[in-house]
C-alpha cells in the first residue's frame, strides 16, 4: 500500500514567488492535516481536512498560505508571495481515525516538501 | 498554551548502553501522548499512544512510560540502528482536530557500534 507522498521533496524560489506544494494522503483516508518544521523549531499543525472541508485551520501562519483539497482526494498548499520565514519543511499527514472514536495515534506523515525561500 | 519540552537535546550511546529520553508536557486535559521516530529526510514515523498516567507500552527495545507531568522513553540495550530523532507530542482534550498536536523539538540519538 503506498503511503503519503508529497511532492516537490525540495523547492528554492526567491522572495515574493509563488509556490504549491501537492500532498496525496493514503487511500481511503478521510484526514489530511498538514505541518510544518521551521530550522531549530518544532514540527507545528497548519490544518486540518476532513474529507474536502477544512475542519481545522487555526495554524495557517497568515493568509498568503491558501490549502485546498478538491474533491476529498489529493490537497495543495499554495505559498503566495512566499517570504524569507516561510523557509523550512512542510509535513502532510494523514489518518483514518474518525472524529468520534478514540485516537491510535496512527498518524502517517509524508517524507516532507522542504521549501527555501531566498 | 500547551507546550512539550525533551531532553536531553542530543544523546549519543554506545551500542548496548541502556538510558531514557524525556518529554515534559503542560496540557489542558491529556487526551493522547504520542512518541514518534523520525529518520533523516523522512517524515515521523507512529511509535506509541499513551492515554493516562500509569499506562505502558513496550515495543522491541523501547518502552514508553507515563505519568501525570512527564513521559520517558527507555531503550534497552540499543543498537546502532535505532539512530534517529525521537518526537514527543501531545494532544490535549479540547484540541480540536484528532490530530492537532503539539510536538516537542525531539532528540537526536545516535547509537555507536
Known amino acids: 500500500e503506498a503511503g503519503v507522498t508529497q511532492f516537490p521533496s525540495h523547492s528554492v524560489i526567491e522572495k515574493g514567488q509563488t509556490v504549491t506544494l501537492r500532498c496525496d494522503p493514503i487511500s481511503g483516508h478521510d484526514n489530511l492535516y498538514w505541518y510544518r518544521r521551521v530550522m531549530g523549531k518544532e514540527i507545528k499543525f497548519l490544518l486540518h481536512f476532513v474529507k474536502e472541508s477544512k475542519q481545522d485551520e487555526s495554524g495557517m501562519p497568515n493568509n498568503r498560505f491558501l490549502a485546498e483539497r478538491t474533491g476529498g482526494t489529493y490537497s495543495t498548499l499554495k505559498v503566495q508571495p512566499a517570504e524569507l520565514e516561510d523557509s523550512g519543511v512542510y509535513f502532510c499527514?494523514?489518518?483514518?481515525?474518525?472524529?468520534?472514536?478514540?485516537?491510535?495515534?496512527?498518524?502517517?506523515f509524508g517524507e516532507g516538501s522542504r521549501l527555501t525561500v531566498l | 498554551e500547551d507546550q512539550v519540552t525533551q531532553s536531553p537535546e542530543a544523546l549519543r550511546l554506545q551500542e548496548g548502553e541502556s538510558s531514557s529520553l524525556n518529554c515534559s508536557y503542560t496540557v489542558s486535559g491529556l487526551r493522547g501522548l504520542f512518541w514518534y521516530r523520525q529518520d533523516p529526510g523522512k517524515g515521523p514515523e507512529f511509535l506509541f499512544t499513551l492515554y493516562s498516567a500509569g499506562e505502558e507500552k513496550e515495543k522491541e527495545r523501547l518502552k514508553a512510560t507515563l505519568t501525570k507531568k512527564e513521559s520517558f522513553l527507555h531503550i534497552t540495550a540499543p543498537k546502532p540502528e535505532d539512530s534517529a530523532t525521537y518526537l514527543c507530542?501531545?494532544?490535549?482534550?479540547?484540541?480540536?482536530?484528532?490530530?492537532?498536536?503539539?510536538f516537542g523539538k525531539g532528540t537526536l540519538l545516535t547509537v555507536n557500534p
Open positions: 507530542a501531545v494532544q490535549a482534550l479540547k484540541g480540536g482536530s484528532n490530530y492537532k498536536l503539539t
Open positions: 499527514a494523514s489518518s483514518q481515525d474518525p472524529p468520534d472514536r478514540p485516537i491510535t495515534g496512527e498518524l502517517f
